[in-house]
């Protein structure tokens, strides 16, 4: 069904945009210590861990996946232009249309998953992050 071509665009495709999301998630985690560094200090470390930033990551993962979506299509495309990758497909008499078809695979999937975050993994892990930030940095 999928040609190489097309394993070889969702692999480079998806990879670009993990490596974007878990860069840009290493950095806001890098902000939430430094802003609430007293807090995380008093808090047991198991509780900061489990509790916060495991429930806090998927959150923010799902708030950023637009954004490095459209960052991921742009640096990977520029990157297939830049090493002449897609004057050599279109050269073979691909169209437009075929070559899109990959991204559009892996903007579903992309997709899908915000959707289960959002539906399904979100709301149970912020009433444990909220609970967290109740408990130990608010402290109420």
Do not use: C, H, W
């Not at 190489?4 to 999301?21: E, M, N, Q, S, V």
């Not at 807090?39 to 490095?68: E, G, R, V």
């Not at 960052?71 to 990157?79: C, E, G, L, R």
């Amino acid at each position: 069904m999928f040609k190489i071509l097309d394993r070889y665009i969702i692999r480079k495709f998806l990879g670009t945009y993990i490596f974007a999301i878990v860069l840009i998630l290493a950095i806001t985690v890098m902000f939430d210590i430094n802003e609430k560094l007293d807090a995380f200090l008093k808090a047991p470390l198991k509780a900061t861990i489990f509790d916060y930033f495991l429930n806090f990551l998927p959150y923010f993962a799902n708030q950023f996946s637009p954004l490095f979506t459209f960052i991921a299509v742009i640096f990977f495309t520029s990157k297939l232009a830049d090493n002449s990758e897609i004057i050599a497909m279109l050269s073979t008499g691909m169209s437009y249309r075929r070559l899109l078809r990959p991204y559009l695979l892996s903007a579903t999937v992309i997709a899908a998953l915000t959707y289960v975050l959002s539906a399904y993994i979100i709301p149970p892990a912020n009433v444990k992050r909220i609970a967290y930030t109740n408990q130990y940095v608010k402290d109420k």
